[in-house]
């Protein structure tokens, strides 16, 4: 990415928008145009997740899920999984029933672990029927 295009997301995501700050945060994960910063990448993500954007709420349980640049921290990971979740993220949906399926940062639970991985299929997400196979539910 350009500098002028970098320095655009800034402004933009500055002012608030979250689509701005969710891809400027894509931009420091990968260091796409900036120096890669996992720190900033986590810092724009939970802003645009707060804003409501499934897709940096995706991103940044996957950051809480890993430790990545935060605290590994399983209550956070769903707790912003499942925000996405909720607004029809097919990954998330994913996640969150493998997380049901296995108990990780949940009580196990393979009604809510079928539920989830039944929704992530009937939003498009092709690896929920694999998942859904493995787990044998």
Same mark, same amino acid.
């Given at each position: ?9 800034? @402004?933009? +995501? ?56 935060? @605290? ?38 393979? +009604? ?26």
């Amino acid at each position: 990415m350009e500098k002028k295009e970098i320095d655009l997301l800034i @402004t933009l +995501a500055e002012k608030g928008n979250a689509k701005a700050q969710f891809n400027l945060g894509l931009c420091y994960d990968s260091g796409d145009g900036v120096l890669r910063d996992h720190g900033k990448a986590v810092y724009w993500w939970e802003k645009a997740a707060k804003l409501g954007l499934a897709e940096a709420q995706l991103n940044l349980g996957f950051a809480y899920f890993l430790g990545k640049e935060v @605290t590994k921290n399983l209550n956070k990971t769903i707790y912003w999984w499942e925000r996405a979740a909720k607004q029809g993220n097919a990954e998330a949906q994913l996640n969150l029933g493998y997380c049901y399926s296995k108990g990780k940062g949940v009580p196990k639970d393979l +009604a809510k672990a079928a539920y989830w991985i039944e929704k992530s299929h009937q939003n498009g997400n092709e690896d929920a029927l694999k998942a859904w196979n493995e787990l044998d539910l």
